[in-house]
């Protein structure tokens, strides 16, 4: 099956085929009000920790180990995938982030991981965890 996610910046403007629009940042952006963002959701739990962010911010680690780092955080949580998957499962997902270069961000990471699990779950012959008639269990903050 074919998925479609992608990546803007949360300062780009709105466009009618975003589909579900998902922040995914620890901090919220800079002067922005809710209202402006036209966000499906503020979804905080699959951002990089608060200490890989600032580590990487601060220039202590390397892009590189930033990234090993994010997909280690990933892979030993990746129940925090689910309710991105839910949202997947029922169309086009646009995963946003206040960061300025999006490539060198975590939104590439965490698509790739999303791929991946959404692949995994896809192979198996059970019930889909990521199923959409699933995504109200999750509660939004926004």
Known sequence: MSYEI?????????????G??????RLWPRGKERASLSLTEWYRDAAPSSSLRRDYHEQKISEASFQTRYRLELKESNEVLL???????????????A????????????????????????????ELASSPCLLNRHHSDV
């Open 83 to 97: 309710p991105l998957m839910r949202y997947i499962r029922q169309g086009k997902l646009t995963l946003l982030t």
């Open 99 to 126: 960061s300025r270069q999006l490539e060198q961000s975590h939104l590439p990471i965490l698509r790739e991981a999303l791929l991946c699990a959404l692949e995994e779950e896809d192979r198996g012959d059970r």
């Open 6 to 18: 992608a990546l803007k910046r949360v300062y780009a403007a709105f466009e009618e085929d975003d």
């Open 20 to 25: 579900s629009r998902i922040l995914v940042d």
